[in-house]
């Protein structure tokens, strides 16, 4: 079978791409081909035979290639151009969509189904909800100025994103958003996706307030990939540290964790990754601040925890991290927003607390932090998880997804 993968990035930049990586790999290991497209990066690290791929739209930039930018994040002709090509290349039986807004464009869904009428070709197209780019004008339903989880563009007007400066509290960004999702709202366009994957319940109900794309829904959770045998002798055992790990930014609960962390100078925390509270992390005497880690070196941090947190203030759809931990052997405490609490098992494997509450995460952390005992039984219930391995995951797909 021929599939391809369509995804804005293709270097390595968040869970989406963590997402398409890897079931890449478990497709061609499995005998498929699979070929990728989506923007041209100097870190791209996977591609097509045509080596056809839209031109990199860095948001941040300035000069005069950004004043294009409100008219290419509506509809973008180079992007159907540039997947025409690949399509007549490489001739899938699958396309396999991730995030696609505001970089490639919904047009590309059109190219492919214009395509496949051209040549007579049957070609699935399977998107998975990573986040809620088809809902939402600014993708994970969060009020950027005021933090409030939102669902206002979802039941009514797309223009509450405008009226709230949703996208970077930016009155542009946020009109350009409210205008592009008004349009393939009101065109109806994501009829053309044949199957929508949810990695978690809760993506798939909240899916379920469209009308054309409630039926098109199945659950699925993520893979998860550990190798155990990559664990250095010293991270086997625990070591005296709760550990965060991801961004440092306001919508992951990073604000009311320092909070947090300022009340339990007793506990030491270590926070591995990068962001804009960076400066704020550092100036706790209690936290030590490793940066940006991945590989073996975040495997054996996350093995030699007590635990780890996950304090999200955003609809976290089914993030890789939690499962990551948990599949480490590390308890976790998570708040109980979005798909984080179909993905522990509390008084089990780990705890949920109410997100955003900073005293009821501090109750949290420090009970697990002084009860070895049930630190104990949690990290047992946590080897007993089940979660999808890549191989039986990409199974699913070729059995019950492509077909």
């Not at 409630?214 to 998860?224: A, P, R």
């Amino acid at each position: 079978m021929k599939i391809l993968i369509i995804n804005k990035f293709l270097h390595p930049n968040g869970g989406s791409e963590t997402y398409i990586f890897g079931i890449g790999r478990g497709l061609a290991s499995l005998g498929h081909e699979v070929e990728f497209f989506g923007m041209e990066h100097p870190q791209r690290i996977v591609g097509n035979r045509a080596e056809s791929y839209t031109a990199n739209m860095d948001f941040r930039a300035r000069g005069v290639k950004r004043l294009t930018y409100p008219f290419r994040i509506i509809y973008s002709h180079e992007a159907r151009k540039k997947l025409r090509a690949v399509l007549s290349d490489f001739r899938p039986s699958v396309v396999h969509l991730n995030n696609f807004n505001f970089q490639l464009t919904p047009s590309i869904l059109y190219e492919i189904r214009s395509f496949a009428k051209k040549t007579k070709d049957r070609i699935k197209i399977v998107y998975t909800a990573h986040d809620y780019q088809l809902l939402c004008p600014n993708h994970i339903m969060k009020q950027y100025i005021s933090g409030e989880c939102c669902t206002r563009c979802i039941s009514a007007n797309t223009f509450n994103c405008t009226r709230y400066k949703c996208i970077h509290g930016s009155f542009i960004k946020s009109l350009l958003g409210s205008i592009e999702a008004l349009v393939y709202r009101r065109l109806r366009t994501y009829r053309l996706i044949d199957v929508i994957i949810c990695p978690t319940n809760f993506m798939k109900k909240a899916l379920a307030n469209s009308s054309i794309l409630k039926e098109k829904t199945i659950v699925l959770h993520n893979f998860i990939e550990v190798n155990d045998d990559s664990l250095t002798d010293e991270a086997q055992n625990k070591d005296t540290y709760v550990l965060y790990f991801g961004r440092y930014s306001p919508e992951k609960g990073v604000g009311t964790l320092l909070h947090v962390a300022r009340q339990l100078p007793e506990v030491r925390f270590i926070f591995a990754g990068m962001g804009p509270l960076n400066d704020s992390v550092n100036e706790l005497l209690n936290i030590t601040n490793k940066g940006f880690l991945g590989g073996r070196e975040l495997n054996d941090l996350i093995k030699g925890a007590q635990f780890a947190l996950f304090p999200s203030e955003w609809y976290e759809n089914c993030p890789f991290a939690v499962m990551e931990a948990i599949s480490l052997g590390t308890p976790v405490i998570a708040a109980d927003i979005g798909g984080m609490p179909e993905l522990i098992r509390a008084g089990v494997n780990g705890d949920l607390f109410i997100s955003g509450d900073a005293e009821d995460l501090r109750e949290k952390v420090s009970l697990l932090w002084n009860d070895r005992e049930r630190r104990e039984a949690y990290r047992t219930a946590c080897n007993q998880s089940l979660f999808l391995s890549l191989d039986e995951y990409c199974k699913k797909l070729l059995e019950e997804i492509y077909v």
